[in-house]
């Protein structure tokens, strides 16, 4: 079946630190791939996407490239800072447009 | 535009009550979805509308119903809450006509308890 897995957290880095998220999935088909972040006491917002093989999205400084060959969206950002302390998702859509999410990765970012 | 508004925001409910959550969006989209969010397992799928009139289940469809009452409303029922029911529900919606603009919205969420 369809899964997301993703590292698990809490990550704790300084200001202006180097980020990344791991993210592999199991899907059939060709899926499409988010990030999602959850700010707290809020639903989930689009961070990005990418809908094929060696696209990258990006926004807000953040940026992950979809590889076909590991099966991976990794979120990478060069300088984090304090506003992005969130909960960070990421997920596929697959062939019959069903969303899977992964466990979330908790961001605490530090002045 | 509210967007996809949820109803109620908390609710603690005793095991073997049942309640209905309800679900609106004014988007004019025509999917739907009911996830619950639980620590360390991020979001599950419950149920899922793919158009007005349909619903398919999800990952964790047990001891839940929906109704996808017009293209606007998409409600969540549980006939006999239990404890293992305790957890954060979120209701998201999206247009998907083919288009490029494949975007989730999501609801802030119900918080719910099952003592």
């Known amino acids: 079946g369809n899964s997301v897995t993703q590292m698990e957290g809490p990550v704790t880095l300084s200001e202006e630190a180097f980020l990344t998220i791991n993210c592999t999935y199991t899907a059939t088909g060709y899926p499409s791939l988010f990030w999602y972040v959850q700010y707290p006491g809020e639903g989930l917002q689009l961070l990005l996407k990418?809908?094929?093989?060696?696209d990258k999205g990006s926004n807000k400084g953040f940026e992950a490239t979809y590889r076909k060959e590991t099966t991976s969206f990794h979120l990478e950002k060069g300088s984090v800072q304090v506003s992005d302390s969130a909960v960070y998702f990421c997920a596929l859509r697959d062939n019959f447009n069903k969303f899977y999410f992964g466990s979330g990765t908790k961001l605490n970012v530090k002045p | 535009n509210a967007g996809v508004t949820q109803t109620p925001k908390f609710q603690v409910l005793k095991t073997g009550q049942s309640m209905t959550l309800q679900c609106a969006q004014d988007?004019?989209?025509?999917?739907m979805y009911w996830y619950r969010q639980d620590p360390g397992m991020g979001l599950r799928l419950i149920y899922y509308s793919a158009s007005e009139g349909t619903t398919d289940k999800g990952e964790v469809p047990n001891g839940y119903n929906v109704s996808r009452l017009n293209k606007r409303e998409f409600s969540l029922r549980l006939e006999s809450a239990a404890p293992s029911q305790t957890s954060v529900y979120f209701c998201a919606s999206i247009k998907f006509k083919g288009s490029a603009n494949e975007k989730l919205f999501f609801g802030s969420g119900t918080q719910l308890s099952v003592l």
């Open positions: 990418a809908t094929k093989a060696d």
């Open positions: 988007m004019n989209h025509n999917s």
